[in-house]
């Protein structure tokens, strides 16, 4: 291999794979188009393979040996950055940096109750929590766009993934106050499958969830509006005309909203299990690992277990 290798020319083929474009790449750089050209060569002289796929038309993508490349890069970068962070929190005893959450649109209502905690504990790292789907969230994490992944957990991690369990979720049915099932104890799935629902859009793994419920109970739910976002959700509710079904963590943002009730939804009783996900490797970053001591302080399972609605038996 021969040429000089520069940390700055593993950003550039990382942003060049991203944007796939080399004008938009070096707009995203900051760097001139000859000067990002020239960064490629130079890494393709080291390696002595071509990286890009070239042709008259521009960016073509990435050739195989070109991959395997961006793939160490990503590594490369997020080591570097691990061991900068990790010599500035020996020198000045205090953590400091970034972290990068992706938050499946679900749990974003709970998020709050990881990043109090933890800017409280580290006010010298900032914190980007972005609203992650779980597809997007595991292709993220792969990336290292982002470092840690509030999400579902399936049940088996998925290649190269580490799982931390936080709460298991159970589902509602919220109606509005006066409503003719707010006086219930319970209600079967089957029964909420025929009702005109507000729902999470199908893309969403909430929804994914659910519509896998109903089917199981051989019913397809009257989803009359979707919508990506569970504000849409509520705006909904709050015309006293629309029925939604929710997880209990969302009890945490409601609190005692008089204008709803909640329904516990049962035949069959499900629970889905809600958890931090991060990519597998030893050491972790210093504010991944921060994070993840400060999650398994949090007790999110009984914290959000004091927001859980009382049926009337228990009131």
Known sequence: MKG?????????????????????AA???????????????????????????????????LTHEGNEILGWCHQALADHDRLV??????????????????????TMSIVSLLTTPFSERHPNV????????????????????????????????A????PYDLYDESYYLLV??????????????????????CLLAPHLQNRVVLDGIFSQV???????????????????IRTGKWLTVVPHSYFYLLGDWALIRAVPIVNPVVTSAIGLVVMDRTPFP??????????????MRRHLERYMPLTRDET
């Not at 000089?4 to 938009?24: D, M, P, S």
């Not at 929190?89 to 649109?105: D, I, M, S, Y």
């Not at 051989?218 to 909904?236: K, R, S, W």
């Open 27 to 61: 707009r995203t750089l900051s760097i001139s188009q000859p000067a990002l050209s020239q960064a490629v060569q130079q890494l393709e002289k080291h390696f002595g393979v071509p990286i890009v796929d070239r042709q008259q038309s521009g960016f073509q993508g």
């Open 85 to 106: 962070s990790s010599v500035n929190a020996g020198e000045n005893c205090e953590l400091k940096g970034t972290l990068r959450l992706g938050v499946a649109p679900v």
């Open 126 to 157: 900032s914190i980007s929590a972005v609203s992650r789907t779980l597809k997007d969230a595991e292709r993220d994490l792969r990336s290292f766009d982002i470092d840690v992944s509030l999400n579902y957990l399936g049940s088996e991690p």
């Open 286 to 299: 210093p504010v991944v690992q921060a994070f993840l001591d400060v999650a398994e302080e949090a007790h």
């Open 176 to 197: 509005p106050e006066g409503h003719y099932l707010g006086g219930r104890n319970s209600i079967d799935w089957a029964e909420v499958g025929e009702l005109p629902l």
């Open 4 to 24: 000089n290798l520069q940390i700055k020319h593993l950003k550039y083929l990382v942003v060049l794979a991203k944007e796939r474009h080399f004008g938009r």
């Open 218 to 236: 051989g019913v397809q739910p009257a989803a009359i509006i979707e919508t990506d976002c569970g504000l849409g959700l509520f705006t909904h």
């Open 159 to 162: 290649p190269g993934m580490r």
